[in-house]
Nanobody, 115 residues
């Protein structure tokens, strides 16, 4: 079983920045994928960014050029640097991993962009 602990959410003004962190723990042998999803009120959960084991990254069109995903394999961690935040980025952000133990979700961290 994989446990994911997220941190870094909060309230920020439009144009501001936040950095989300997610650390995976458990008897993990291989991590195939680490990523971030978000869910705004009344909307479906959507992928924001992901990074595969080989380092290939993927971003939603809405965040390209503003968000950067990175991972630290030694720490089984993934990060999401979010710059130039917009009110429409407001959502609960969830960490997701795909490992040899299966697919796992974090508990979510709230990001609110408001003046």
């Amino acid at each position: 079983q994989v446990q994911l602990v997220e941190s870094g959410g909060g309230l920020v003004q439009p144009g501001g920045s936040l950095r989300l962190s997610c650390a995976a723990s458990g008897s993990i042998v291989s991590i195939y994928f680490m990523g971030w999803y978000r869910q705004a009120p009344g909307k479906q959960r959507e992928i924001v960014a992901g990074v595969a084991a080989g380092g290939t990254t993927h971003y939603a069109d809405s965040v390209k050029g503003r968000f950067t995903i990175s991972r630290d394999n030694a720490k089984n961690s993934v990060y999401l640097q979010m710059n130039n935040l917009k009110p429409e980025d407001t959502a609960v952000y969830y960490c997701n991993t795909d490992t040899d133990l299966g697919n796992s979700w974090g508990q979510g961290t709230q990001v609110t962009v408001s003046s």
